[in-house]
């Protein structure tokens, strides 16, 4: 390989390495989505949870912050995923320069079957307590008013 064509490649590893770099400091922010919009006006009087996959853990960190009532017909499933990777070719422009998420965040507030409100965002690694923490915020704050 001729010196040139290894300075193009090295030029472009680090554009491409900066990029994702500024990216990932600014953070995706979460969607948030209100499927009833009566939700904004009127706080649920209560929440039941559930994890997936089962985390105990997890769990127990948000009953830290919330007295969850395993009666009441509103649900909150915390859902996450790590260690995701993306081998699609659809997306090298976007792995290249801005960086791909290895692992996102869910939460879905449903009644029945019916999905009432719904936080989503991507991480850059694994989810963590705090990432978990700072979800939970958001869905209190929007559903039941805490």
């Known amino acids: 390989m001729s010196s040139e064509a290894s300075l193009l ?7 491409a390495l900066g990029s994702a770099a500024a990216y990932w400091a600014n953070r995706p922010q979460p969607l948030v989505r209100f499927y009833d919009t009566n939700l904004t006006a009127h706080k649920l009087p209560c929440l039941s949870l559930r994890t997936q996959p089962y985390t105990p853990s997890y769990e127990t960190l948000l009953k830290q912050t919330y007295r969850f009532d395993a009666q009441c017909p509103y649900r ?7 260690g995701i990777v993306c081998n699609s070719t659809y997306n090298v422009p976007q792995k290249c320069v801005e960086g791909m998420p290895h692992a996102f965040l869910r939460f879905d507030v449903q009644r029945g079957f019916k ?8 991480v850059d690694g694994k989810v963590d307590e705090d990432t978990i923490r700072e979800g939970w915020k958001r869905v209190k704050k929007d559903v039941v008013g805490d």
């Open 76 to 82: 909150v499933t915390l859902r996450y995923k790590g």
């Open 115 to 122: 999905t009432l409100y719904s936080y989503y965002v991507d």
């Open 9 to 15: 490649i090295s030029l472009v590893t680090v554009v």
